[in-house]
């Protein structure tokens, strides 16, 4: 039995290995035209190996950018250089410079539609990213943090500096009646309008609201998707701060004006500063309700620092917190501006409209600066250059006219006397953009 199993399994590898042995029963003739066949096939195989290779490196450089770039793509990402080299050599808004010109580079890759890339396709990853955009999420949260690290002390103690916040705030009304004039629609003009307030925060809220590509007007016409240029137009003047006002400043104030000294701000008391943020809440929001997102998170943050009692959410808010939203806000706008979508005639105008709303907004602050000291007499007076800090660029506009009183007179500080009207511009412009909001939205 042990033989015959033996047997069976010799036999059985026999059958198993004879392929691999080539053993076989055909004849020599029958080798000689399988020799043959074999030889044409491999050279059929090779030829379609070669096809196949050149179809795949085609197509390998049809998904690259260099097939799919546009002079468009170039001058955006060009753009982005820009912005980043002003942030980095000039130290222009770094913050908010790097960021959205990474984003600009990034947004300006070019890509081949439908594979989920670009920040406008649903279910890609920017798009995600984007919602916080779209749906004016991001916003009330760096106002969180700006009022977690906003002292009002010098606005509690000369309360009449918030006019000069107030009248800073005619280059969104200017703006608006412009982009009307431009032929926008209300909606689309009101957005472009906050320009004029030099707050990017704010203009990125109230485009969300009314230029987001989704509202549809009475007529039954589409409002234009106006995020991306009002964002980027309202960041780009709030770094050009020192470039644009200087010169509006040296224009409009006579020498002698620009170096009258203000008297110290009195004293304000801890229990002062924290009343105010409450009193504050309550008042501007009655005014405008639907600035409650803005004003709401901008006041909660100052009460979280100057409760005394919460500082670990105030430090959270001022650093990690407004750190993290400022690097997903900056890169996200910067993305928007694909050139398909960025690079058109509406765009430039918005530009246009930008610079000109941020030339009227300094020039209102400092007129109206000139115009409070012929009712305010001796160590009462105000210096005029205060009056450009009204713009709501924090802190920026307010180290500007302290830099510009220094160049005046090496010993006039108006540091803290800039950030009053400073800080009023950002409770002015989140005014003036709920009630555009109330009226439009």
């Known amino acids: 039995m042990k033989k015959i199993i033996l047997i069976f399994c010799v036999l059985s590898l026999l059958i ?30 090779e030829e379609h190996s070669y096809d196949g290779a050149f179809k795949g490196i085609k197509q390998f450089y049809n998904y690259t950018g260099f097939a799919n770039v546009t002079s468009g793509h170039v001058t955006m990402i060009i753009i982005g250089i820009v912005f980043i080299f002003l942030g980095i050599k000039y130290d222009y808004e770094p913050l908010l410079l790097i960021p959205i010109g990474t984003g600009v580079i990034l947004g300006n890759i070019p890509f081949v539609a439908g594979n989920q890339t670009g920040i406008y396709e649903t279910g890609s990853v920017l798009n995600y990213l984007y919602f916080g955009v779209v749906k004016g999420i991001y916003p009330p949260l760096i106002f969180l943090g700006i009022g977690a690290m906003t002292d009002f002390s010098s606005l509690i103690a000369n309360p009449k500096l918030m006019l000069l916040g107030a009248a800073a705030q005619i280059g969104v009304f200017a703006t608006f009646l412009g982009a009307l004039y431009l032929g926008f629609n209300l909606p689309e003009a009101g957005a472009i ?7 990017g925060p704010t203009a990125i809220f109230l485009s969300s609201k009314l230029a987001n590509g989704v509202n549809i007007l009475a007529d039954g016409t589409t409002v234009k998707n106006l995020i991306g240029p009002i964002a980027i137009a309202a960041y780009s003047y709030m770094a050009l701060v020192p470039v644009i006002q200087p010169p509006l400043m040296r224009l409009l104030i006579s020498k002698e004006d620009r170096k009258i000294k203000m008297k110290p701000p009195r004293a304000v008391s801890q229990k002062e500063k924290m009343i105010f943020p409450v009193v504050a809440l309550i008042l501007t929001l009655f005014i405008s309700p639907s600035a409650l997102p803005l004003l709401g998170m901008l006041f909660f943050g100052n009460l979280l620092k100057e409760s005394g009692r919460t500082e670990r959410l105030a430090d959270t808010a001022r650093t990690k917190l407004i750190d993290i939203v400022t690097i997903l806000l900056g890169v996200t706008v910067g993305a928007s501006t694909q050139a398909d979508i960025f690079i058109t005639k509406d765009s430039m105008l918005i530009f246009g409209l930008g610079a000109i709303s941020f030339v009227i907004a300094t020039c209102g602050g400092l007129l109206f600066a000139r115009f409070m000291n012929l009712f305010l007499k001796g160590d009462n007076r105000i210096n005029p250059l205060i009056g450009a800090a009204g713009v709501s660029a924090v802190p920026d506009s307010a180290r500007v006219v302290h830099h510009e009183g220094l160049k005046s007179d090496s010993s006039n500080y108006l540091l803290m006397h800039a950030m009053a009207p400073n800080v009023s511009g950002v409770i002015g412009s989140a005014i003036a953009a709920g009630i555009i909001l109330s009226f439009l939205g």
């Not at 309008?193 to 707050?199: C, E, K, L, R």
């Open 193 to 199: 309008g906050i320009i004029g307030g030099a707050d």
């Open 16 to 45: 198993f290995i004879r392929p691999a042995l080539g053993l076989g029963t055909n004849s020599s003739s029958t080798n000689l035209d399988d020799t043959v066949k074999t030889e044409q096939i491999d050279k059929t195989v």
